[in-house]
């Protein structure tokens, strides 16, 4: 059920349109044609130090020991790392360096100790896992061209931000345009990992906005293809999705997951959300947001059943910086080779970056 929510599936006939709901535009198509000036995405957000954001949990005392035995255990996990496969060479900027000391940072050993339930043996291996994969996939260098395809017709993309100042992922199943899992699997890992390169001071996490209007069983893929979908997302990146947010979900959806949701982990089930966006549900509180004093409470909203997973659209965005395909006021239309201009320009930008960031530290240590 959940593998084609998440940008899989057969294609589908991409002259279908979602139905209007309030504001909401009729681009909803597989963007062939733009009936409005094409807007750029937005791929930054302002730091203001005033107002810091923190999204994630501080570690227990026992995690805190992980954590530091993992520091200490940094030498031995970055020694022996494999080249970069060939077939991975298919897709990657080989210019672009690796720099795994400057991927393990502090934040990112915390993900890894909190994923694994403060373990540590589990910690090290996981660690050392993603640290191979990386080393021979080179997921940060993935090119632009090489998954052009899968952007084409706007199914899955990063776009703007939500309340929390985390990046926003839309997917619009229904313009799904490709069956070949892999293509797909790299342009979900390209998308998080631009988001991540986006991310501002304390954020560490992803939002998803799912359009399920057209949702259906036709659209299912194969058991495999989702797996490793959620293999990478579960192996690779660990602790960075804030929720899963469904917008207009099939009342058989709805109902089917009702079904499932006793039997799914509570940790997953708090991330899973779904909006009506015709009648929006009261708000529930969230469990894994963090109190600080320091950063504004959203407005007040009433309260629903704690156990409800129907939520109040205000509650993860602001109207205006949501995009009116999913049901938001801004007036935002795909455009490929507008959003394609701005992905290649981000991409030149973080290379340049790398680049520059190598020679400084090599220079330093000579």
Known sequence: MMRSLFGFGKPEDSSLASPSAGEKASNDSAVSHVSAPAVAPIFDIAHDPTSPVHDTKPLSDDEKRVFDQIKADIPELIKNLPAVEPEAQKYVDMEVPLDIEGWLSDECIARYVRARKGVYEDTKRALRKTIEWRAATRPHALRPDAVEIESRTGKMYFNGFDKMARPIIYMYNHRQNTKDADSQIRWVVYTMEASIRHMRPGVEKVILAVDATHWSFSNSVSIGTARKFLDTLANHYPE??????????????????????????????????FVNPDAPALEQPDANAEADADTPAPPAVPVA???SPWIALEKHFERDQLEVDCYGNWRFQYSHEVFWEAV?????????????STAVASASSS
Do not use: W
């Open 240 to 273: 960075r999705l804030s929720h899963a947010i469904i917008f207009n979900p099939p009342k058989f959806f709805v109902a089917f997951y009702s079904l499932l949701s006793p039997f799914v982990d509570p940790a997953t089930r708090a991330k899973v959300a």
């Open 344 to 356: 290649e320009a981000e991409f030149a930008q973080h290379k340049a970056g790398m680049l520059q």
């Open 305 to 307: 059943a704690s156990n």
